[in-house]
């Protein structure tokens, strides 16, 4: 499984990529292809706040549906328009074009007690 | 948890293995979406091995036959085979099955892994014909043969002209045994069904054989996953989701292979007084333009969020690209044409009533 060095990770398989203030959020390698072919992502599109550990969203994969859960408290500043029509994205390039949300990370502790790449393998394995 | 021959195929092919129906079985190779297109475009192949064939063998077969099951075996003839249902005495659904008739003196029933022992138990509890009863399941590995182009890759591979009609069969040489041929399917295409008694190393020869021959075909192994969205997409039922002991064959739409004008069968009474009575529910075809859709057991609702029924199997169509539903829903809102809705996650998601299949052939 891809598990890149450079972002964070919780227990429940998304991942964080932090760019200063700014962070992408998305699912890992792992989850989608645990989940298979995704046809939907369910994020309700006024949704302004999300905050660590609670449900921001829905994945719909052909044979199940998952949560998705917020790595940090933040401020949502954009859905991935492209899932809308491709969620396919997230199964072909998880860590790329299949990223879900855009944040402004307001608590930087919280980024700090998410999992490493290596932890997070090891809960992987 | 019991392997079919195939076991090992799957594993190197590294499909995800489940436990259904006590056996473990391949739910997906790689992409449940590219294996329905698979077989919608092309070619695949399902191993379908847990299927249970149970033998009926004696002078009154056909009597029993008749007694058990809804449709009119009576209109059989040797390599015929016809899609039934056994009942209830009050109607309930005890498993839907294939019937296949060998001779005068013998008929092949094919059902349910998930029902096969209390099918055997239901049928010799009613063998008032003095027939034998022969579980012969472990003996048999099942290959369904499925898409356009299966007619031309099972031809290069059967030593007779493989000139069938739907819903008849022949026992021929496959890939150099003998087996039983059917144009049969849970997919909607052009498709068989492959009945083989063999052990592991002629099962694992065969499949390669018959990799070998669809090769050009670029045929493709499929999972459960997929049997599943091909069969919803045809509107075809799976027990345990659109039929049970809860539901009878007039409101699950099975009106067509219920034969009340036969001598008596068990269950025959019961269906009568629902027929004479009226539907108080029936199983409808719902599409919608949305793009969340519903599972099993999801509620359907009107424009208040008053519950009218419940979805018995959902999921997004691969071909039409939206999301596909059967529900029960109380009689008085189940006219074609007219607008209903799913709860999805307390939302309300706009859906239509149409008609089956949800992918015109």
């Known amino acids: 499984m891809n598990v890149p060095n450079n972002l964070?990770?919780?227990k429940d398989h998304e991942w964080l990529k932090v760019e200063g203030n700014t962070g992408f959020v998305g699912i890992t390698d792992f989850a989608q292809s645990e989940l298979g072919d995704i046809v939907f992502v369910d994020i309700a599109a006024d949704v302004n706040e999300i905050s660590a550990g609670n449900s921001f969203g829905t994945i719909e994969a052909v044979k199940t549906v998952s949560e998705l859960f917020a790595p940090c408290d933040g401020k949502v500043l954009e859905?991935?328009?492209?899932?809308?029509?491709?969620?396919?994205?997230?199964?072909?390039?998880?860590?790329?074009?299949?990223?879900?949300?855009?944040i402004e990370i307001a608590n930087s502790a919280q980024v700090n007690e998410l999992l490493s790449d290596e932890d997070y393998s090891k809960l992987i394995s | 948890m019991k392997n079919t021959k195939f076991v090992s195929v799957h594993q190197k092919l590294n499909a995800k293995l489940v436990d259904f129906a006590g056996f473990n079985m391949p739910v997906q190779y790689n992409s449940i979406i590219a294996e329905h297109m698979a077989v919608r475009n092309s070619i695949g192949v399902f191993d379908v091995s847990h299927m249970g064939e149970i033998r009926i063998k004696g002078s009154k077969a056909l009597d029993f036959v008749q007694h058990i099951t809804i449709n009119d075996a009576s209109k059989l003839f040797n390599g015929?085979?016809?899609?039934?249902?056994?009942?209830?005495?009050?109607?309930?659904?005890?498993d839907d099955l294939l019937v296949y008739k060998i001779a005068d003196d013998e008929y092949f029933l094919v059902v349910n892994a998930s029902n096969l022992e209390k099918d055997f138990n239901w049928m010799n509890s009613n063998n008032k014909f003095d027939v034998e009863i022969i579980n012969e399941s472990d003996d048999y590995s099942l290959l369904a043969i499925q898409g356009p182009n299966s007619k031309e890759v099972v031809q290069a591979l059967c030593d007779k002209n493989i000139d069938l009609e739907y819903y008849h069969f022949f026992f021929a040489n496959f890939a150099g045994v003998d087996a039983l041929i059917s144009r049969t399917g849970y997919t909607g295409e052009l498709g068989y069904e492959v009945y083989l008694k063999v052990d592991e190393k002629t099962a694992i020869e065969i499949w390669d054989k018959l990799f070998d021959a669809g090769k050009k075909f670029n045929i493709q192994p499929i999972g459960l996953g997929a049997r599943d969205s091909l069969r919803l997409e045809m509107g075809y039922c799976l027990y345990g989701n659109d039929i049970d002991q809860t539901t009878n064959p007039l409101e699950a739409g099975l009106g067509w292979i219920t034969k009340l004008?036969?001598?008596?069968?068990?269950?025959k009474e019961s269906i009568q007084k629902v027929k004479e009575n009226g539907l108080k529910r029936k199983l409808i075809a719902l599409v919608s333009n949305e793009k969340a859709f519903p599972r099993h057991g999801y509620s359907v609702c009107d424009n208040n969020k008053n519950i009218i029924g419940t979805v018995t199997s959902g999921t997004s169509s691969p071909v039409l690209n939206k999301p596909i539903a059967m529900a029960y829903v109380d009689i008085n809102f189940a006219k074609p044409g007219s607008q209903i809705n799913f709860l999805i996650r307390d939302k309300i998601i706009p859906a239509g009533i149409t008609s089956l299949p949800f992918v015109k052939k």
Not at chain 1, 87 to 96: E, K, T
Not at chain 2, 80 to 94: E, K, N, T
């Open chain 2, 261 to 267: 004008n036969k001598d008596d069968f068990i269950g």
């Open chain 1, 79 to 102: 859905i991935n328009p492209k899932l809308q029509d491709e969620p396919q994205l997230i199964n072909s390039d998880a860590y790329g074009d299949g990223w879900i949300l855009k």
């Open chain 2, 80 to 94: 015929r085979v016809q899609y039934s249902a056994m009942c209830y005495p009050d109607g309930g659904i005890v």
């Open chain 1, 8 to 10: 964070k990770y919780t």
